[in-house]
């Protein structure tokens, strides 16, 4: 971190004038640069649902994440925000680091064209991915790379331009490993707790259940969708982490809800930030084409030891 402050020699009544001047300038740069740190007391979890979320007015979600400074963040402006997405999966755990705006990752296709328009050019955060290696290698995760050219994908970034649209607070993205399972992702999230503390906000973006093939134009949620929904909603409410974590073998419909487990495991990595026996708070739920859930959880950092 820089140092915020400058030192400037008076030899005249004039450069104390001048010397005050600078100064009250630099109060306005400092309050950007050097803010102060307050403590982000909460992780979430957010299901972003179909990239259409971008555009689509009728999809109850946007109204949801678009309020969400209001509901939760009020008063107070993260120092930075790190990102899980379900839409970037590694073999081992990485970052990006990107100094400078970030590129928007169209990573869709087949959808109007409007979409690919749409950019979020959010800052990176060198300083936020190197802090995040550095702890995850600290806590026995040998092996963290960094990515200092891929920006972020719809995974973040949909979410981010209706929740923070200014795109002004330093971004920073971490994989998900596929060939992991929940309690590897839960103690990702645990080893970065910590960050909260320095006023990043943590934030899992995936889907409480993503099976692609399942989905269609009924109004009707399809009832597989609504066990596993409703199970794991249970489970969250009631602070159960190791039945979340054994979700595959705990879970009604478990395979079906999550044909491939990237979706579910950013969930796992807030949850895990959040502290052990913690008890979620659903704050949006919704449908879509049968059997996507908008289901999103708040996490409060009740146990601050854990």
């Known amino acids: 971190m820089g140092i915020c402050k400058t030192s400037y020699p008076l030899n005249s009544p004039q450069d104390l004038d001048n010397k005050l001047n600078i100064e009250i300038e630099e109060i306005g740069v400092l309050k950007m640069s050097c803010p102060a740190f307050l403590p982000v007391k909460e992780t979430f979890f957010i299901s972003h649902g179909s990239p259409t979320l971008s555009i689509d007015e009728s999809l109850p979600a946007r109204n ?8 939760f963040m009020i008063n107070q402006k993260p120092n930075s925000i790190l990102v899980i997405s379900a839409h970037w999966e590694t073999s081992e755990p990485t970052v990006n ?13 087949g959808f109007p064209k409007s979409m690919y328009q749409l950019k979020y050019p959010a800052p990176g955060s060198p300083e936020l991915a190197k802090r995040v290696k550095d702890i995850l290698m600290a806590s026995g995760f040998p092996i963290v790379h960094e990515d200092k050219n891929r920006g972020l994908d719809h995974g973040a970034w949909v979410p981010l331009m209706l929740m923070y ?8 993205q971490l994989s998900v490993q596929p060939n992991r399972d929940g309690t590897y992702h839960y103690n990702l999230g645990k080893a970065l707790a910590s960050l909260k503390d320095e006023g990043v906000l943590i934030i899992g973006s995936g889907s409480a259940t993503h099976n692609l093939r399942a989905l269609g134009p009924s109004k009707n949620v399809s009832s597989w969708a609504l066990e596993f929904d409703n199970w794991l909603k249970d489970a969250l409410l009631s602070g159960r982490h190791q039945d979340v974590n054994n979700y595959d073998v705990k879970a009604p419909h478990a395979k079906v809800a999550h044909p491939l487990p990237e979706h579910i495991y950013p969930l796992h ?18 449908w879509d084409l049968g059997a996507l859930s908008y289901a999103s959880y708040r996490f409060p950092s009740l146990n601050r030891s854990s």
Do not use: M
Not at 97 to 109: E, K, L, N, P
Not at 269 to 286: D, K, P, Q, R, T
């Open 269 to 286: 990595v807030a949850l895990g930030a959040a502290g052990e026996g913690v008890n979620g708070e659903l704050i949006h739920h919704s």
């Open 97 to 109: 680091s990107i100094r400078g705006r970030q590129d928007t990752i169209h990573d869709f296709y």
């Open 165 to 172: 649209p200014e795109a002004d607070i330093p971004v920073c």
């Open 64 to 71: 949801f994440l678009k309020s969400f400074k209001e509901r």
